[in-house]
């Protein structure tokens, strides 16, 4: 009987460690090069899920991820390549400033735009200089080197 129960505790345990199919719930605390928070799931204590292999994180950030359990910990590095992407000019786009209300168009606003698919797509204001408002369509952490700070909650 204790070989059985070894064995069940066993399965369990390796159903905890993240592989390349796992679901996991994790907070993260994300810090740029200079040490400033960018971002935290631990602000509003909402963790984050994900799942492994769908393409939502770039493959080095799941790397570093493999083979971690419930309840561990982890901080890593990666380069902006790795972590959201270089800033990509083609996300960048110069629009006529009439087609904003001036009341809430102001540098470093971020606006919601409609795609044609009817999903949204945030945008941050650049820059106005007269008729033209430049957008960037990147994301706010493009272009960055980002430290990951992980505590993986759960496993499936």
């Keep these: 009987m204790t070989n059985a129960v070894n064995i069940e505790e066993q ?25 400033s928070a960018a971002d935290s799931t631990k602000v509003n204590n909402k963790p984050a899920k994900l799942n492994m292999g769908d393409g939502s994180l770039s493959p080095a950030f799941e790397a570093k991820l493999l ?13 902006a390549a790795d972590a959201f992407g270089e800033v990509n000019p083609d996300n960048i786009y110069h629009l006529e400033r009439s087609r904003f209300d001036a009341e809430s168009l102001e540098v470093g606003a971020i606006i919601s735009f409609e795609q044609q698919n009817g999903t949204e797509l945030p945008g941050v204001v650049r820059e ?3 008729d033209s408002v430049t957008i960037d369509f990147n994301h706010p952490l493009a272009g960055q080197v980002v430290t990951f700070d992980i505590e993986i909650l759960n496993v499936n």
């Design 11 to 35: 399965a369990q345990q390796d159903q905890q460690v993240i592989g390349a199919n796992s679901e996991i719930i994790f907070h993260v605390t994300m810090k740029l090069s200079d040490g």
């Design 128 to 130: 106005i200089a007269g």
């Design 67 to 79: 083979g971690l359990s419930a309840n561990e910990s982890t901080e890593f590095t990666l380069p």
